[in-house]
Nanobody
Framework: QVQVVESGGGLVQAGGSLRLSCTAS????????VAWFRQTPGKEREAVSC????????YYSDAVKGRFTINRDNAKNTLYLQMNNLNSDDTAMYYC??????????????????WGQGTQVTVSS
C-alpha cells in the first residue's frame, strides 16, 4: 500500500525559510516524477515544482523560481522543497504528488496518482 507523507510546514516570518519533506512507503520515489503542489481555499491546486524520474529535469512555477529548490535524496527515499525568501503569497497547504504513468513532469494535478495529506505553510508579514 502506497503512503505519502509531507512534513516541515509551519509558521514563518516573511523573508524566512522552510524545508518541506515528502516521504513515501510502498514505492521508490526515484522511479517516478514527483511534484509539489499548493492550494489555498477557493483556488485550484497549482504546481509549484516538479522533478522528473531521472532527476535531470526540474520545473518551477514563475511565482517561486529563484527562491525554491526541489531535490531528492534517493538513499532516504525522500523529496525536499527548500523554500527561501518566503512571502505572504506562499501561504498555502503544500502537497506532494506522484505520477505513476509518465517519466517526465506533466503538471496538471489530475495527472498525479498519489497524494499526501499536505503540510500547512503560513508566512506572516
Amino acid at each position: 500500500q502506497v503512503q505519502v507523507v509531507e512534513s516541515g510546514g509551519g509558521l514563518v516570518q516573511a523573508g524566512g525559510s522552510l524545508r518541506l519533506s515528502c516521504t513515501a512507503s510502498g514505492l521508490t520515489l526515484a522511479n517516478y516524477p514527483v511534484a509539489w503542489f499548493r492550494q489555498t481555499p477557493g483556488k485550484e491546486r497549482e504546481a509549484v515544482s516538479c522533478i522528473n524520474r531521472s532527476g535531470r529535469s526540474t520545473y518551477y512555477s514563475d511565482a517561486v523560481k529563484g527562491r525554491f529548490t526541489i531535490n531528492r535524496d534517493n538513499a532516504k527515499n525522500t523529496l525536499y522543497l527548500q523554500m527561501n525568501n518566503l512571502n505572504s503569497d506562499d501561504t498555502a497547504m503544500y502537497y506532494c504528488a506522484i505520477d505513476f504513468r509518465r517519466p517526465n513532469c506533466s503538471l496538471g494535478y489530475k495527472n498525479f496518482d498519489y497524494w499526501g495529506q499536505g503540510t500547512q505553510v503560513t508566512v506572516s508579514s
